[in-house]
């Protein structure tokens, strides 16, 4: 006999806003957000989400909405999920949680997405120093293909992936959680040298109960309030999984993530229909709403078994990732480089982090000659199926890090090759991204080479 159809058990309704859903949504990470569904290992099940917005950014010819979004609300996630054995016991603290990424896609009729950069007074991005503007570009679906008029001579297929799954921490690791990132968000900019070279800001972001929605907690309650100003943001990814944005968690991947609560308590959101590795931009990949078809096993004693502690407890964990078998396909690419000395010139000790930002820098430069703009340039980057690496981590003083870009998904050839770069009206790409105005006074990072 064929297997149902996969059971919804966290629908979405488009025309209502996150805490308007028949199950509410969070946006916060904490051990006692009530679980809005229950789910049997074995079981292939559905669950809808909305993109990481919550549709306040919109298919329309304006970057205000990104200038102007409150970064407090990020990022809304369907679940939790609780997750049982066929026997009804529940998922323990110290099992593993395998979760098969069954199927997934956009919601069917809406299949567009996009990728933007926030004003750098409002969350920057990787490269925010360069490019403080709201930045936005509209992508729209065709099957697996992903194109956008606002980034024109450019077409690729998506490897469309969760930019967030994980469980819930318990208490304690939750207030590891907290106290380690107050650390580096109160004394990380006296500390740390490479504030100096990378300038999103804040270094942290800090329980707080603005933007904060918890699920079935109504607004406003005490209980909300205690939950509020303990819960974690949702913004990076941490021992439970969370925002990892692994572009290749496709179809056929399965997530090991470790178990910290009674019945794990699965979320997931930040759907990308398509994602470059670091998600530069920030607000990088092609961000839509979709869906997930999950299916759940549960491997008893499975932390201690198989992830090895790297901290000063037991909880000090990360997930294990099996990627899927699907992927695009590309043969040819152009691969740029960066090593570990920053704009000014000066050196830095293995910092893998400064060497791809100055890869990424490269290959902006470079791709800007062929008829984009450099902000056009730094959105696809952080969307198109671009390959990250770090090529070298031991050969002093200079980190490696190279970015590879699949030279198919362009319509015309960007190879170096004799003679200068050509130029004619249809290398003139027109219109540019959207964009607004930067209003604010901080210094932008200049290139001392560039008017040479």
Not at 113 to 126: I, K, L, V
Request: aromatic share 8%; charged share 25%; glycine share 10%.
């Amino acid at each position: 006999m064929a297997p149902p159809t996969p059971r919804v058990v966290v629908p979405i309704d488009l025309k209502k806003k996150p805490w308007e859903q028949l199950l509410p949504l969070h946006n916060r990470w904490h051990p006692e957000i009530p679980p809005v569904a229950h789910v049997k290992v074995g079981e292939v099940f559905r669950v809808e989400m909305v993109d990481f917005s919550g549709g306040a950014i919109k298919d329309d010819d304006s970057a205000t909405d990104v200038k102007f979004m409150d970064p407090s609300t990020t990022h809304y996630l369907s679940g939790p999920i609780r997750v049982e054995d066929k026997d009804g016991i529940l998922a323990m603290p110290g099992d593993l949680l395998a979760a098969e990424i069954c199927n997934l896609g956009p919601l069917p009729g809406d299949e567009w997405g996009y990728t933007a950069t926030f004003d750098r007074e409002n969350g920057g991005g990787f490269l925010t120093d360069h490019f403080p503007c709201a930045t936005k570009a509209i992508w729209y679906f065709e099957g697996i293909y992903a194109y956008s008029p606002h980034i024109p001579g450019v077409r690729f297929p998506g490897l469309t992936h969760p930019g967030i799954i994980g469980t819930a921490p318990s208490m304690e690791l939750l207030n590891i959680w907290n106290q380690r990132e107050k650390e580096v968000e109160e004394n990380g900019h006296k500390s740390l040298k490479l504030c100096e070279v990378l300038h999103s800001r804040p270094l942290a972001n800090l329980p707080s109960t603005k933007g904060c929605y918890l699920g079935k907690i109504k607004k406003g309650t005490a209980e909300w309030e205690k939950i509020g100003n303990e819960a974690a943001r949702t913004i990076p990814g941490r021992e439970n999984g969370g925002n990892c944005d692994i572009k290749n968690l496709s179809r056929g991947s399965k997530i090991y993530l470790p178990v910290f609560v009674e019945g794990a308590n699965l979320s997931t959101g930040d759907m990308h229909f398509s994602q470059g590795d670091g998600e530069v931009s920030f607000c990088g990949a092609i961000e839509m709403s979709g869906f997930l078809e999950l299916k759940c096993e549960i491997i008893r004693g499975g932390m201690k078994e198989y992830l090895t502690p790297m901290g000063p407890t037991l909880l000090h964990v990360n997930p294990i990732f099996e990627i899927g078998p699907v992927e695009p396909r590309f043969s040819e690419w152009l691969v740029f480089e960066g090593i570990s000395v920053d704009e000014s010139g000066r050196q830095h000790f293995l910092d893998a982090s400064v060497a791809y930002k100055r890869a990424v820098l490269n290959a902006i430069d470079y791709l800007s000659k062929f008829g984009y703009s450099k902000e056009q340039i730094y959105l696809l980057l952080s969307c198109c199926p671009c390959e990250g690496r770090i090529s070298g981590i031991v050969d002093s003083p200079n980190a490696v890090a190279t970015l590879a870009i699949p030279t198919a998904i362009f319509d015309q050839d960007i190879r170096p090759k004799a003679g200068k770069v050509p130029v004619g009206p249809r290398l003139v790409r027109k219109p540019d991204v959207l964009r607004c105005s930067y209003d604010g006074n901080l210094p932008t990072t200049r290139n001392p080479a560039a008017s040479m």
